[in-house]
T-cell receptor, first 112, second 114 residues
Framework: QKEVEQNSGPLSVPEGAIASLNCTYS??????FFWYRQYSGKSPELIMSIYSNGDQEDGRFTAQLNKASQYVSLLIRDSQPSDSATYLCAPGLDTGRRALTFGSGTRLQVQP | DAGVIQSPRHEVTEMGQEVTLRCKPI?????LFWYRQTMMRGLELLIY????????DSGMPEDRFSAKMPNASFSTLKIQPSEPRDSAVYFC????????????FGPGTRLTVT
């Protein structure tokens, strides 16, 4: 079983819709979760962090964490064509190890 | 702030040649990470340093790869000898001690080994 699993997509949504991106992880020791966005040909950039069960909102973005189910999701409301990118999920361990293991990413396409 | 700086941005070399990739982290960041990204394997960690000391190099593919961080503002990743399967985009990232999972990535070096 992979440490982090994501559907590779592409996930296609119309402009203005809600895009839902999902991620499952295997390590129950994961305490925090991070969503990185990567535009084609560019480097990843951090867009959301979540540290506890429930929802974390930042503008149009909401991260949802369910530790019991080992599941984390990213919702993008009012999707825009500029949101078209690959979204990488990465859990962090509370062990002092500073490295992240990234999922393979979900490619999102927002159709104008 | 300049962000993470990597050089060169593109490198094309022949099999068997030595390749050196360079990285300057964000000033004040004390953790530095080298990642490699390919279509097949995604984004994978090669090695990371904390306060200039290598902490985890388990992702380094083989002895042909080596990394150094002689000071807080500079790191190198060397491949010797290079092989076609090393072709990938190599990213350097840095983070601070307060939020080490919040990593800032450089623009990457696209390496092509022919």
């Amino acid at each position: 079983q992979k440490e982090v699993e994501q559907n590779s997509g592409p996930l296609s949504v119309p402009e203005g819709a809600i895009a839902s991106l999902n991620c499952t992880y295997s390590d129950r020791g994961s305490q925090s979760f991070f969503w990185y966005r990567q535009y084609s040909g560019k480097s990843p950039e951090l867009i959301m962090s979540i540290y506890s069960n429930g929802d974390q909102e930042d503008g149009r973005f909401t991260a949802q964490l369910n530790k019991a189910s080992q599941y984390v999701s990213l919702l993008i409301r009012d999707s825009q064509p500029s949101d078209s990118a690959t979204y990488l999920c990465a859990p962090g361990l509370d062990t002092g190890r500073r490295a992240l293991t990234f999922g393979s990413g979900t490619r999102l396409q927002v159709q104008p | 702030d300049a962000g993470v700086i990597q050089s060169p941005r593109h490198e094309v070399t022949e099999m068997g040649q030595e390749v050196t990739l360079r990285c300057k982290p964000i000033s004040g960041h004390n953790s530095l990470f080298w990642y490699r990204q390919t279509m097949m394997r995604g984004l994978e960690l090669l090695i990371y340093f904390n306060n200039n000391v290598p902490i985890d190099d388990s992702g380094m593919p083989e002895d042909r790869f080596s990394a150094k961080m002689p000071n807080a503002s500079f790191s190198t990743l060397k491949i010797q000898p290079s092989e076609p399967r090393d072709s990938a985009v190599y990213f350097c990232a840095s983070s601070s001690g307060l939020s080490y999972y919040e990593q800032y990535f450089g623009p990457g070096t696209r390496l092509t080994v022919t």
